[in-house]
């Protein structure tokens, strides 16, 4: 499937890309550009995950949520009284 994309400043950030890089052909450029973003982004720790860990150190810590509604107690903790 073939991509037509337009706009000055897209074509200054590819010819900027292509610059940085060394790379002449600007398909080239946004192929690799695309590829070493969904790399990185494939790599990023799910917020999912880090809440899970961030749990279970909570709870071999001793803390166990008994289901209590803690706004008031962090609302207190947070007032500027």
Do not use: H
């Not at 749990?55 to 289901?67: D, I, K, P, T």
């Amino acid at each position: 499937m073939a991509i037509l994309i337009k706009g000055d400043e897209i074509d200054a950030l590819v010819a900027k890309y292509c610059a940085m890089t060394g790379v002449k052909n600007k398909s080239e450029a946004v192929r690799k550009a695309l590829a070493a973003q969904i790399e990185a982004l494939a790599a990023e720790e799910r917020l999912v995950d880090r809440v899970g860990k961030i749990q279970r150190r909570a709870a071999e810590a001793g803390f166990v949520s008994m289901g209590e509604d803690l706004k008031p107690f962090f609302d207190e903790q947070w007032s500027e009284d």
